[in-house]
DNA sequence: AAAATTGGCTTGTACGTACAAGTTGTGTAT
DNA sequence: ATACACAACTTGTACGTACAAGCCAATTTT
């Protein structure tokens, strides 16, 4: 069975946004030169156009054009009172431990499945902040398998999941979270800046991304005093 | 500017869907009679379907027909591993406050506006459960302004926000959120039956409906311990 | 009796056309 | 110089047609 038609530009307008040939901000070509250029009719373009504004890489404007959107920073619960986002003032972000070969933890809520259990694992941690204060301790998992050559490269714009988009066309494709309320270790701690026994925000997330043999596991514990974590959701 | 045509097709399907008269698991009318009966084109028609399922009232099946689905509980947070569906087991819900009027209270970290201050409030409180463990104390605000003779009436299957489905129309089209991980205080911690101190998971949240007028602000009180919350989002 | 075929339904994809509606720059009239 | 009208673009809606693909039950063949 051949691919759709409308899945293949689809796909085609997809790949070029993601490798930037369509920038971030500009318009892509209207509707009609599109038309012309595969031709194909105006139906099938607004249905691959639809695929790529459902999937949020572009915004269509009456009477002017479909530009490209910045790509929600595909964090789930954080998706748009992200990190970053929703906090003014200097972030920051430090890595605790670079990304390395470690063996696969056994103690996540959410469970690999066995057949990434029987590849290599790959880890990073990394401690964010917001100017003097930390508030977020990350820890993340994942099978080096599906990103060859992930350690010997650098973080697109310090930012892992562009990092996967611009890099490995790696999109994330859905997210499972738990959280607890739980009383900080000796361990988070003093890496947070609070007192033992203080109550901080576990979540533990899963992300599925659009390669099969890739699934992202986190571990995130939050200090919430200053900065709850925001989320929001459309429905 | 009259409203558009596959709009209001799909207002009278979505109504009839809300009513009953389309029952949950039952065919719509195909698409052909569709067509026929409101004399459109398919292709109008299936940009109406379109909104149905996009909006979750129905699922489509290739060569069988469009079938009404069960809603999704609308709970932000808890839209897929919800409260109830979460949990094998007997969910109780306890009422320890009826719907009543009540002062709009000051400390919500999301903040109502100007408008709905100026309107009545009504509140209720109810405390859910797995067996004999309380685990979510919830509270809830909202202006009594758009739900006429609120106060007079059944919870549809115990749920809020089937009532305001099936016998307002109103449907919650987006939620907002904020996480923080508490101390469970002189009041939280009995109910909970949990010590004081411990640990716990605090969402406030904002519902907005489609019905401008009216928004619903909750805190909800988590003991995570035996059952984290759980969610899920899909891109 | 079991298996295969057929026909009639459904939704899915794709073609082509026409005009409405929003945006913007250009040119004309004031 | 400013305001207005218009033309030329854009996307949005809606028409109509054709065939592909999936489902299902009745019929035919084995």
Known sequence: MPEK???????????????????????????????????????????????????????????????????????????????????TGDVNTVFLQMPQHTAWPADLPI?????????ECIYFERLRGVGEIPVMLERNWFSGKALKGFLDIDFADGSFFKTLSSKYLIEVIA???????????????????????????????????????????????CNTDTYPIGNMYRH
Do not use: M, W
């Open 111 to 119: 469970q690999p499945g066995k057949e990434e259990l029987a590849t």
């Open 5 to 87: 038609r409308y899945q293949q530009i689809f796909t085609i307008l997809k790949s070029r946004i993601q490798q930037g040939t369509y920038r971030v901000g500009s318009y892509l070509p209207s509707e009609n030169e599109l038309c012309s250029h595969y031709s194909i009719t105006r139906t099938t373009v607004r249905r691959a156009l639809d695929e790529l504004l459902k999937e949020g890489f572009i915004e269509k404007e009456h009477g002017k054009g479909s530009r490209v959107k910045e790509r929600r920073q595909s964090l789930g619960l954080l998706t748009v009172k992200g990190f970053s986002e929703a906090v």
């Open 175 to 221: 997210s499972e979270q738990e959280l607890r309320a739980l009383y900080a270790d000796e361990i988070t701690a003093p890496l947070l800046k609070i007192r033992e026994g203080s109550p901080i925000l576990q979540i533990s997330i899963r992300f599925s991304t659009s390669n099969r043999n890739l699934n992202i596991y986190g571990q995130l514990y």
